[in-house]
């Protein structure tokens, strides 16, 4: 019986590869996505991990989709909705606190009880850094020229890029650079003077990487989240009715609107090659799809070394492929409570509670958490984000419960001492103990816990290493050389197989670029 063939066969059900299939389904092809779990999504998913309680067990808020994504797959009709996220609260061990808040007028107030200096330097700030998302925002919607391939396709993309970087102001211009070189609290030094608000806003700098927030190339980082946006506002974050499962299933529904196939439990065993080119996919249970096209959303490990024979690909990309970094740096914990979290220096329910709470109290606190994670322990005294969505979406938790979603950074992968098995409920143990400190009756109020290592992450979700990211966001695996130099145009050095996830440009977060921009050029090539 001959296998079922397609024009394309996507892996992986993750946001990305549910993009990228929705936008080739669009353009009329045949279309199959193939997910190795029983659930669509990847890290963007929703579990009912313990009855009445839903989490967004990986990635948990949104900001960086794409509003053009949004636009052309019509994802508000197929169910997307995002509830903003209002500010972040950092509580402080001396009693005192800090809270910004998405009114601008009030921040600045807050910011002035710690210093009217920074006050009137966060407004200039927040401009600055306005500018320098508008910069890069085209960069999320390019695919990547490559430099040593000087076609006028390449040439027009550079010189699109340097009358850009001439045509900003000179005050930007050096911010610009500085940003790609300098670490997120050298750069935020050269603003404020309160420890508290630059420690906090320096955490935006080092989430998925291995990196300290006195690290240089952090700054990026940081630069990376801050350029969200929601219906049209600049800086915003948010949670999707439902958890961060409902997004993937609006991509889904639109994918299938289309006329894509989408299969789940469905684990890839091989990617399949004749004479050169990619051919289809061979399934653990032994069942083969025929393909023109392959298109992987999962990390360059899995892909190239994971899914191919030995010997297809040539011996070089193969050796960069064995470098790429991931580096896998956080883990989360996910709490089902009985009761809201009390903290000690605002006590009792309130808005503080509805956004992000963020336990980075000084910079010398935040360095330190990398210190452990240096000698390959995780953070005794942890950098945490935490949210409460059921605050704002009640249909994640029963009648007066909650779920709290607990982001915890250091948790290196490799550990010098013991396993991450062994180690698992102390991650857990010490990221509550760090949280009591500020709300000292959350054990109390905890009725489940759900804790996930990057050992988990790797194992559950195909996260290699457990970054979050597919792979850091570290200067030299950006833009031309995300995920190696050579091949950041989502083509690989097998005709028909293309990368189309977080390891590809414009990297990780919920966005959906990488899946776009390599449909796009997937397209391409089938037109030509």
Excluded at 502 to 520: D, K, V, Y
Aim: glycine share 10%; net charge neutral.
């Amino acid at each position: 019986m001959a296998s079922p063939r397609y024009d394309a066969i996507v892996i992986g059900a993750g946001h990305n590869g549910l993009v990228h299939a929705a936008y080739l389904a669009r353009a009329g092809r045949k279309v199959l996505v193939l997910e190795r779990r029983r659930v669509l999504g990847g890290a963007a998913v929703t579990e009912e991990v313990f009855p009445g309680f839903k989490f967004s067990v990986c990635s948990y808020v949104v900001s960086l989709l794409r509003p053009e994504i949004i636009r052309d797959l019509d994802l508000p009709r197929h169910g997307l909705e995002i509830l903003p996220l209002d500010g972040t609260f950092t509580p402080m061990p001396n009693g005192d606190y800090l809270w910004r808040v998405n009114d601008h007028a009030r921040t600045r107030r807050e910011i002035a009880r710690h210093s009217p200096l920074d006050a009137e330097a966060y407004e200039e700030y927040g401009k600055a850094m306005a500018e320098q998302g508008r910069f890069v925002k085209p960069i999320l919607g390019m695919t990547p020229p490559d430099p040593s391939r000087l076609g006028p396709d390449v040439i027009r993309k550079l010189m699109f890029l340097g009358r850009r970087f001439r045509d900003l102001p000179e005050p930007d211009q050096y911010n610009q650079v500085q940003l790609m070189t300098m670490s997120a609290v050298d750069f935020l030094d050269q603003w404020f003077e309160t420890d508290v608000l630059k420690a906090t806003m320096s955490a935006s700098g080092i989430i998925g990487t291995f990196l300290g927030v006195r690290s240089p190339g952090t700054a990026y980082v940081l630069l990376h989240h801050y350029m969200g946006e929601i219906d049209g506002a600049f800086r915003s974050w948010g949670f999707s009715r439902g958890g961060t499962g409902a997004i993937s299933n609006a991509i889904a529904a639109a994918a299938r609107e289309a006329g894509a196939e989408i299969r789940t439990q469905a684990p890839i065993a091989r990617i399949l090659v004749k004479n050169g080119g990619a051919a289809g996919v061979a399934l653990e249970n032994g069942d083969e799809f025929e393909a023109k096209v392959v298109s992987s959303s999962v990390d360059p490990r899995r892909t190239f070394i994971g899914m191919m024979e030995p010997g297809v690909l040539p011996e070089d990309f193969v050796e960069q492929v064995t470098r790429y970094k991931f580096r896998g740096s956080s883990g989360k914990v996910n709490l089902a409570l009985d009761a809201l979290p009390d903290f000690k220096c605002l006590p009792g329910p309130g808005p503080h509670l509805r956004g992000a709470i963020s336990i980075s109290p000084s910079v010398d606190y935040m360095e330190r958490a990398y210190d452990d994670a240096k000698y390959g322990r995780f953070s005794r005294r942890p950098y945490i984000d935490c949210v409460i969505p059921s605050l704002t979406d009640p249909s994640v938790a029963p009648p007066g419960k909650h779920v709290m979603s607990c982001f915890v950074q250091y948790a290196p992968y490799h550990l010098k001492e013991g396993n991450w098995d062994e180690q698992r409920e102390a991650f857990g143990d010490t990221a509550i103990d760090t949280l009591a400190e500020y709300a000292p009756n959350i054990k109390s109020i905890i009725r489940h816990r759900q804790v996930l290592t990057p050992l988990d992450l790797e194992r559950e979700f195909g996260l290699s290493e457990g970054n979050i990211f597919q792979g850091e966001l570290s200067l030299e695996q950006l833009f031309f050389l995300r995920p190696v130099p050579g091949w950041a145009q989502y083509r690989t050095p097998i005709k028909g197989l293309y990368l189309c996830g977080s390891a590809a440009h414009p990297g990780g977060g919920i966005m959906g670029a990488p899946g776009r921009l390599a449909a796009l050029e997937v397209l391409k090539d089938l037109r030509g």
